[in-house]
C-alpha cells in the first residue's frame, strides 16, 4: 500500500510544490507548525530514513539544504529549523521549519493557513529553489 506521500509524488493528492528534482520532493505541509512548513521526501518510498542507502541519505539532505536556502528567502523568520520524527506518515521525511523563537517548533500547535496562503508560500518557494545552482 502506497503512503500518502507517495500518492502525493505520483499526483493522485494535489499537494503545495516547493521543490522538486528526479529524486526528491518538497511540499507545504498541510497541518504546519508554522507558515511554511515544508516537508521534504524521498520520491521513493522507504519508511525509515536510517534505511536510506547512505548516498541517497547524503542527497536527501543536500536538497533539504537547497529548501531550506529557498525557504529562509521565501518566509521571513530568523531561522530554518529542522526535525525528522518519522511517526507520523511511514515514509521518510524532514519538517523544515522557518521559526523566530523555539517555541515556533511546537508540533502540538497546528496552524490552519487559508489555501491561498499556503499557495502563496510555495510558489515564493518554488521561485527561490529555481534560482539557486
Same mark, same amino acid.
Given at each position: 500500500?502506497?503512503?500518502?506521500?507517495?500518492?502525493?509524488?505520483?499526483?493522485?493528492?494535489?499537494?503545495?510544490?516547493?521543490?522538486?528534482?528526479?529524486?526528491?520532493?518538497?511540499?507545504?505541509?498541510?497541518?504546519?507548525?508554522?507558515?511554511?512548513?515544508?516537508?521534504?521526501?524521498?520520491?521513493?518510498?522507504?519508511?525509515?530514513?536510517?534505511?536510506?542507502?547512505?548516498?541517497?541519505?547524503?542527497?536527501?539532505?543536500?536538497?533539504? %539544504? &537547497?529548501?531550506?536556502? *529557498?525557504? =529562509?528567502? #521565501?518566509?521571513?523568520?530568523?531561522?530554518?529549523?529542522?526535525?525528522?520524527?518519522? !511517526?507520523?506518515?511511514?515514509?521518510?521525511?524532514?519538517?523544515?521549519?522557518?521559526?523566530?523563537?523555539?517555541?515556533?517548533?511546537?508540533?502540538?500547535? %497546528? &496552524?490552519?493557513?487559508? *489555501?491561498? =496562503?499556503? #499557495?502563496?508560500?510555495?510558489?515564493?518557494?518554488?521561485?527561490?529553489?529555481?534560482? !539557486?545552482?
Amino acid at each position: 500500500m502506497s503512503s500518502i506521500f507517495s500518492k502525493i509524488v505520483a499526483g493522485e493528492i494535489p499537494s503545495y510544490k516547493c521543490a522538486e528534482n528526479e529524486q526528491f520532493y518538497a511540499f507545504l505541509d498541510i497541518a504546519p507548525v508554522n507558515e511554511g512548513h515544508t516537508l521534504v521526501i524521498p520520491k521513493r518510498e522507504v519508511n525509515y530514513i536510517f534505511d536510506l542507502e547512505s548516498e541517497e541519505y547524503s542527497q536527501l539532505w543536500a536538497f533539504a %539544504k &537547497k529548501v531550506a536556502t *529557498a525557504l =529562509k528567502a #521565501a518566509v521571513p523568520c530568523q531561522r530554518i529549523a529542522v526535525a525528522v520524527i518519522g !511517526l507520523e506518515v511511514p515514509h521518510c521525511h524532514i519538517h523544515l521549519v522557518p521559526i523566530r523563537t523555539e517555541a515556533d517548533m511546537d508540533f502540538r500547535n %497546528k &496552524k490552519q493557513v487559508p *489555501a491561498e =496562503k499556503m #499557495a502563496e508560500i510555495a510558489a515564493k518557494v518554488l521561485e527561490e529553489f529555481q534560482k !539557486l545552482p
